[in-house]
C-alpha cells in the first residue's frame, strides 16, 4: 500500500525529475554525424511524449554507435524502465553506476526499478545512496521510506516519512505513508504482545480499543472489563471504560468510571517510562522500546502509534481532495463495516486518478465485500484484463457468479483461482457448491470435503451431506448431516453465552 502510494506519482513524474541531467550527452557529445544527431532528438521527444516502447531500439542504436557512453546507456535504461522492461532496465542502471557510483538519475531509477519488481530489500541502498547524494531529493526518499516498511524496518520507515513530511508538508502521500506505517508498528507490538501472552490484560486494552473504533460497544465493554480486573492501576482504561458507557447511553456510569480515574496515584516515572511519555502527549518518545522490552512496553508502544497514526491521518484529512485522502477514507469505511462508504470513497479516488490500476482493484473487491454481485462483476472483470491470474480475483468473480445464481459462468474463475492458489479453501467452497448445483455432485465432494473447515454455521456440511447422497453414499451424507446438526447446536449455545458475556453492566 504504501509502495503504491509513493510509486502513484508515476513514472511519469520521475522521468520530469530525471530528464534535465538525461539529455546533455545528446547536445553536444555526440559526433557531429547528422544520423546520430536526430536520433537523438528523436530519442529525447519519444520519451518525453510517454512512448518509450518506441525509444528503446533508437536508444540501442545510439549506445551501440557510441559504446561506453554513461549518459546513453541511461537514457536506454530509463526508456526500458518506464515502457516496464525492469530487468533490461536494471542492467543498464548498475552499468553506469560502475563507472558514475554517484549519477542520482540512476540510483533514483535502479530503486524505482527494483520496487516494480517487487524487490524493496534490493532497493533501500542505491536509494540511500541517492540521499547521500542529494538529501532533498523528495521522490528517493519516498521510495525508501516504502521500501523500509516493505522489508519491516518500521520506526527507520516512520523517520524517512517524517523527514519527507517536513521537506513536503503538502504532500498526501507522505502523510498518508506516515500514518500507514504507525499503524503497522502498532500492529507488530500488539503481535509481539498477543503471541507472548494473549489472555493479557494488555492485549484485551488493545482489543478493545479497536471494538471502540468498530462502534462494536457490547463487545470492547468485554475486553475492557478483563483488562481492569488485571490491569487495575493502568491509566487511561477507565475513561476508555467510561467513552463506552457513554457511547450506550448510561452517562452517570461514565462519570463513575471518570472519577476512578482521577483517584489513581500518579504513575512513578522511572518504572513505567512509556506511560508517562504517553500520558504526558509525547508520543514519539513513548514508541521507543527499552532494551529490556516488557509487555507493558509493548503496550505503549502500541497505544503510542496508533495516536501518532491518528494525527498524521488527521493532517491528510486537512490537505486537499486527492486519491490519497480518499483512500485513507475508504479503508477506515471498511474497518468499521461500513461496505457502501468505502465504495463510495474508491469511487471517488478513482474520479482524481482515473484509470489506476491499484484503485479500480480495491473498488472492486470493495464492491464483492458489499455483497454487491451485479456491480462487482463489471469491476473486477476490469481489473483481470491487468491481472488475468489473479487468485482473489477469479475467486470473487467466481462467487459473484454463484451469487447470481450462475454457476455456469462461475467454474471456470474459481478452477483458475485455485490453479494460482491451491490453499485457497474458499474458492474449494464455492467451487464445490457451483458443480453441485449443476448436477456434478462427484466432482463437487472432493472440494467442499476440502473446505469443510471453513465451515462456521453448518452451510457446508449440509451441501456435502447433499452432494454425497446424490453420489450415493448414504454413509458419508449421513456423518456430514450430524456435523452439521452439531455446528448448528454449538453455534446457538455460543449465541446465549455471548449475550449473557457481553451485557453492557454498571462498575463494579
Known sequence: MVAFLIGNKGRAGLLHAVLPALFFVC????????????????????LESGRFEEAIPICKELVAALPGNPGLVLNLGLAEHMAGHEKEAITAFEAVLKTQPKALPALVSLGAARLSLKQPGLAVSPLQRALAV???????????????NATGQLDASA???????????????????????????ASDAFERLRKANPQSGFVASLLADTRVQKHQYRSAFYFFS??????????????????????????????????????????????????????????????????????????WRAKAANELSLQ??????????????????????????????????????????????????????????????????????????????????????????????????????????????????????????????????????????????????GSLNYQLGRAWQAAGNAAAAKTAMARYEEIQKLNQKQKEEAALETRIIPPQ
Request: aromatic share 6%; hydrophobic share 40%; proline share 8%.
Open 27 to 46: 547536445t553536444g557529445v555526440l559526433p557531429a554525424a547528422e544520423d546520430l544527431e536526430a536520433k537523438s532528438r528523436r530519442a529525447k521527444s519519444l
Open 134 to 148: 542529494d538529501p532533498n531529493n523528495q521522490d528517493a526518499r519516498g521510495m525508501l521510506a516504502a521500501s523500509l
Open 159 to 185: 523517520r524517512e516519512y517524517r523527514k519527507l513530511t517536513e521537506l513536503s508538508p503538502y504532500d498526501p502521500r507522505a502523510w498518508h505513508g506516515l500514518g500507514i506505517t504507525y499503524q503497522a508498528i
Open 226 to 299: 478483563e483488562a481492569l480486573k488485571q490491569l487495575p492501576a493502568v491509566h487511561g482504561i477507565h475513561p476508555a471504560m467510561a467513552e463506552v458507557y457513554r457511547k450506550t447511553g448510561h452517562p452517570d456510569w461514565a462519570a463513575t468510571e471518570d472519577a476512578r480515574e482521577q483517584a489513581m496515584l500518579p504513575a512513578v516515572c522511572p518504572a513505567h517510562p512509556g506511560e508517562c511519555q504517553f500520558l504526558a502527549g509525547h508520543d514519539l518518545e513513548a514508541l521507543e522500546l527499552p532494551k529490556n522490552i516488557t509487555p507493558e512496553a509493548l503496550y
Open 312 to 457: 498524521s491521518l488527521v493532517r491528510l484529512g486537512q490537505l486537499p481532495p486527492s486519491p490519497e485522502l480518499h483512500q485513507v477514507r475508504a479503508e477506515i469505511a471498511r474497518d468499521q463495516n461500513q461496505p457502501l462508504e468505502a465504495i463510495k470513497e474508491w469511487r471517488a479516488a478513482l474520479a482524481l486518478a482515473p484509470g489506476n490500476p491499484g484503485l479500480q482493484r480495491e473498488l472492486a473487491i470493495s464492491c464483492f465485500l458489499a455483497n454487491d454481485y451485479r456491480t462487482a462483476v463489471t469491476e473486477i472483470e476490469k481489473s483481470l484484463l491487468l491481472e488475468p491470474r489473479a487468485a482473489d480475483l477469479n475467486f470473487a468473480l467466481g462467487d459473484s457468479w454463484l451469487h447470481l445464481e450462475d454457476p455456469e459462468k462461475a467454474v471456470p474463475y474459481l478452477r483458475t483461482a485455485l490453479v494460482a492458489d491451491p490453499k485457497m479453501l474458499a474458492a474449494d467452497a464455492s467451487l464445490g457448491l457451483s458443480l453441485s448445483r449443476l448436477g456434478k455432485f462427484a466432482e463437487a465432494v472432493p472440494h467442499l470435503e476440502k473446505a469443510r473447515e471453513l465451515d462456521e454455521d
